[in-house]
């Protein structure tokens, strides 16, 4: 059963990189087919998606925060890491680690993360 | 601002149906898969439906998803006090990758 656990500062500081860990237990990142997303969620606010991360280690971002996104996986640890640069307030959220962890799900994200909250605020 | 649009909010009296829909386009629900999540406060997204209308191991039958052309919906019948939650459609978009819903809150009157 696949587990996911986030975590990272709770405070960051405007203009700051935002930086958080996702670590997964009963499955390894590198499984074939599995494509590792985050996704955050404002206070009172909806769901956005803000990229994957697959298990070959390639990546695709949302096109309204590529150019301040950055995943990546570390294999030795089985953890993944997101890390946000120049954030502002607009940025404070809930941050959630996903996964669609049954073979025969095609698409839908059916492992969550309990998520981690995040403030930018100085 | 999401691409794909549910209604705000749906309510109805308990044992009753409700049914949420998402409207999109040919980018993304007319040509890729959907799916549904339930949402209560303070906790995780829950997946509810994936591929359009396949329900995970322990989700109930009274819930059902159906799409037609650019459009998907959730039905909800049997309503129950602990249907109470936000719900959110999910698409793969051509253009923008993985795209959520506005959100739906159903209340049960």
């Known amino acids: 059963q696949v587990h996911l656990q986030e975590s990272g500062p709770g405070l960051v500081k405007p203009s700051q990189t935002l930086s958080l860990t996702c670590n997964v237990s009963g499955a390894s990142i590198s499984s074939a087919g599995h494509y590792w997303s985050w996704i955050r969620q404002p206070p009172g606010k909806g769901l956005e998606w803000i990229g994957y991360v697959s298990y070959s280690g390639s990546t695709h971002y949302n096109p309204s925060l590529k150019s301040r996104v950055t995943m990546s996986e570390d294999t030795s640890e089985n953890q993944l890491s997101l890390r946000l640069s120049s954030v502002t307030a607009a940025d404070s959220a809930v941050y959630y680690c996903a996964v669609g962890a049954t073979w025969y799900i095609n698409y839908g994200m059916d492992v969550w993360g309990q998520g981690t909250t995040v403030t930018v605020s100085s | 601002q999401s691409v794909l649009t549910q209604p705000p909010s749906v309510s109805a009296a308990p044992g009753q149906k409700v049914a949420i829909s998402c409207s999109g386009s040919?980018?993304?629900?007319?040509?890729?898969?959907v799916s549904w999540y339930q949402q209560f406060p303070g906790t995780a997204p829950q997946l509810l439906i994936y591929d359009n209308n396949k329900r995970p191991s322990g989700i109930p039958d009274r819930f059902s998803g159906s799409k037609s052309g650019a459009s998907a919906t959730l039905d909800i019948t049997g309503l129950q006090t602990g249907d109470e939650a936000d719900y959110y459609c999910a698409a793969w978009d051509n253009s923008l990758g993985n795209v959520f819903g506005t959100g739906t809150k159903v209340t049960v009157l």
């Open positions: 040919t980018s993304n629900i007319g040509n890729n898969y």
